[in-house]
């Protein structure tokens, strides 16, 4: 199974702040198989970013991705009090999927 | 719109079975490469299982943990998706999650609100 580790595993950030986290994956995998995610409690996943760096439709724009092999980074350039979730990054490289741990967002 | 329903969350003690059912709408299950995802409590995602659509060959994988006691089955005549779960283990209890492959991104966009499966005595 393809491991996917995520940092941080928390952040804690004001309003308007530039949030980044990374996903390392424990092989290559293909630009076009990997995602992210955010959950809220309770809630369902909701894709933000597909294929490494397409925002999904109807996410805000403060969303970005990027990366490349085995590493992997999700930006909100702004963060919102909305934001408050955990991101997980998820590869469909090959079966079975798998996620990262995920980085749960706080504001400060 | 695409929708999926889970249903079938249970109590059920170690050793005994459980099916849970999604129904689909604004789809057809036949044509959709569809997905069991669990998320036991206060942990991550983890993948149970998939079913290809029908014309890529409509194979199923399982995750290593669940081979050989869960099945996944559809019923197109009902537009629904099973996961039929035996030997049901303490570790199985988790959020059971419903999910298709949208057609314009490639990736799993639309889930149910899940159902809770507690395996216990």
């Known amino acids: 199974d393809i491991q996917m580790t995520q940092s941080p595993s928390s952040v804690s950030a004001s309003v308007g702040d530039r949030v980044t986290f990374t996903c390392r994956a424990s092989q290559i995998i293909r630009s076009t198989k990997l995602a992210w995610y955010q959950q809220k409690p309770g809630k369902p996943p909701k894709l933000l970013i597909y294929a490494a760096s397409s925002l999904q439709s109807g996410v805000p724009s403060r969303f970005s991705g990027s990366g490349s092999g085995t590493d992997f980074t999700l930006t909100i350039s702004r963060l919102q009090p909305e934001d408050i979730a955990t991101y997980f990054c998820l590869q469909a490289n090959s079966f079975p999927l798998t996620v990262g741990g995920g980085t749960k967002v706080e504001i400060k | 719109e695409v929708q999926v329903v889970e249903s079938g969350g249970d109590l059920v003690k170690p050793g005994g079975s459980l099916r849970l059912c999604c129904a689909a709408s604004g789809f057809t299950v036949a044509n959709a490469w569809m997905s069991w995802v669990r998320q036991a409590p206060g942990k991550g995602l983890e993948w149970v299982g998939r079913?290809?659509?029908?014309?890529?060959?409509?194979?199923?994988d399982y995750t290593a943990p669940v081979k050989g006691r869960f099945t996944i089955s559809r019923d197109e005549s009902r537009n629904t998706l099973y996961l039929d779960m035996n030997s049901l283990e303490i570790e199985d209890t988790a959020v059971y999650y419903c999910?298709?492959?949208?057609?314009?991104?490639?990736?799993?966009?639309?889930w149910g609100q899940g159902t809770l499966v507690t395996v216990s005595s």
């Open positions: 079913i290809k659509s029908n014309s890529d060959g409509g194979t199923v």
């Open positions: 999910t298709t492959v949208d057609r314009t991104t490639a990736w799993y966009v639309a």
